[in-house]
């Protein structure tokens, strides 16, 4: 699993790559968490057009930093699922607190 | 009922065998020539409950995790055990978003995710001696 | 010696298992990070010893095969058993070409293959209670 | 486990696709004993660019052959192994009786 970063003025997009599961879990929310601090953005964006499996545990992680994010006012949204990892979006009903895009561009436009 | 292929697989309960675990489910599953969305969905089940049996049944202490896979015509049956803690009441356990472990951000999802992923899904508990979760799937081929 | 991570698999001694097991041994190695080759020298050597089993140990019979598969620092350990027929002389079923079965178009090779594609390989068996093959293969990195 | 045909004047080229182990062999012996039943050629020529593993059931496989039509006076011939199935074939002597060739075409000229 890797995970990398990329700024556009005050949201960070965050790439997810390889399969977030419980055991990936901790290194992708430590990561994530040390880059917010660092960066302090308003808006993140998981672009997960990389990430091949995801279970629970990877909606775990995504609530976590959607709530820290939504606490400060900022906005958390979500680009380029594969089907799989948009089914289980779906089904944990992460679809009501967190918008999907087809791609970072529309997201960063709309978000 | 006549058992067509069957395999036992047992490993310690240690994170990094959730991917490992997966793979040998959707392995043996792939006699039954599944589709990859079909495949993705046992993966995804498996995960969950191979992932509650380290968290929840051993809480992080080693132990062993069995899986026993049975193909039966068209179906796969999965039965995942382990011999941790126990669940008390199988009925809330089972609710969407009840997690006992929200400090370890828990979605409380898991069960949800195996029984939409699945046709079936049953659970059998002890306290002290610990869990099986049963989960069978059909593939319908016309 | 600390066994850093521990499975076994048990299966079928049907023919259609033997891609199944070369691949869950190839699954559980991955957390070495071998090479490609590695990789494939391992599944070689498992396929080799998982066919021995069904042909030779239980005749095309119904039985269990089962593995055992231990890393302990950067080796992998791997232990293929068969409760079938046994070998009656050790020495002279691992030379190259000899084949109790050339009915079978058996090369006589599997022994042979083993041992060049794994660090170690020992064999333990016993006439009517079966085989044990064990092998072990080393990683070295830089 | 596939296995396809094409003749070229008196030979017969075996296309194997998959993965050649002692499974798989029984259906593999079988197609290529019917096509060499049917179209009685001298020699043939194993094009193993889609085979993606073989152990020393496959060998065993490829020696039956060779015997049948060695004793015909044909001869057999192996292109495009990869790396894996190249050393099968080494360490199990096939490289002494069975030559291998990088393509079909110096196969064909060469046999
Ligand atoms: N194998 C198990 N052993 C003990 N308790 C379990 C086991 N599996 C599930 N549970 C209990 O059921 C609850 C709900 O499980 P689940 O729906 O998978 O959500 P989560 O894993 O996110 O908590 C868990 O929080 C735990 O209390
Ligand atoms: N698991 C086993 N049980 C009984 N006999 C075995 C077993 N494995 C190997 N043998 C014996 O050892 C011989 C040599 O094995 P091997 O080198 O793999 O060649 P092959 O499988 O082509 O015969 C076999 O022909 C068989 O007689």
């Known amino acids: 699993m890797q995970v990398s970063f990329e700024t556009c003025n005050n ?8 399969e977030l599961d419980h055991h990936s879990s901790s290194y992708v ?18 672009d997960m057009s990389r990430l091949n ?7 775990g992680v995504i609530i976590g930093r959607y709530k820290f994010i ?3 006012g900022g906005k958390v949204g979500i680009v380029s699922m594969k089907p ?15 918008p999907s895009f087809d791609n970072k561009k529309t997201a960063i436009e709309k978000l | 009922m006549k ?17 490992f675990a997966r793979s040998v489910v959707a392995a043996f599953a792939a006699q039954l020539d599944p589709t990859i969305e079909e495949i993705s969905e046992i993966k995804t089940a498996v995960s969950e409950a191979v992932t509650n049996a380290i968290i929840h049944g051993y809480e992080y202490e080693q132990g062993y995790v069995t899986i026993v896979c049975r193909i039966i015509d068209n179906t796969v049956e999965v039965e995942i055990t ?4 126990g669940i008390e009441d199988i009925e809330k356990a089972r609710q ?4 006992s472990r929200p400090e370890l951000e828990r979605s409380g999802m898991g069960f949800t995710v195996m029984e939409t992923f699945m046709d079936h899904v049953s659970i059998i508990s002890e306290l002290g001696k610990g869990t099986t979760v049963i989960m069978k799937k059909s593939f319908k081929r016309d």
């Open chain 1, 11 to 18: 949201t960070l997009i965050i790439k997810l790559n390889g």
């Open chain 1, 29 to 46: 929310r430590d990561s994530i968490d040390d880059e917010i601090l660092a960066k302090n953005p308003k808006n993140i964006i998981f």
């Open chain 1, 53 to 59: 499996f995801m279970d629970s545990s990877g909606i």
């Open chain 1, 70 to 72: 939504a606490s400060n």
């Open chain 1, 84 to 98: 799989q990892i948009k089914r289980i979006y779906e089904i944990c009903g992460l679809k009501r607190i967190i």
């Open chain 2, 3 to 19: 058992i067509d292929n069957e395999m036992k697989l047992e490993f310690l309960s240690k994170s990094q065998n959730e991917s």
């Open chain 2, 82 to 85: 382990d011999k941790g803690k």
């Open chain 2, 96 to 99: 969407p978003l009840y997690t």
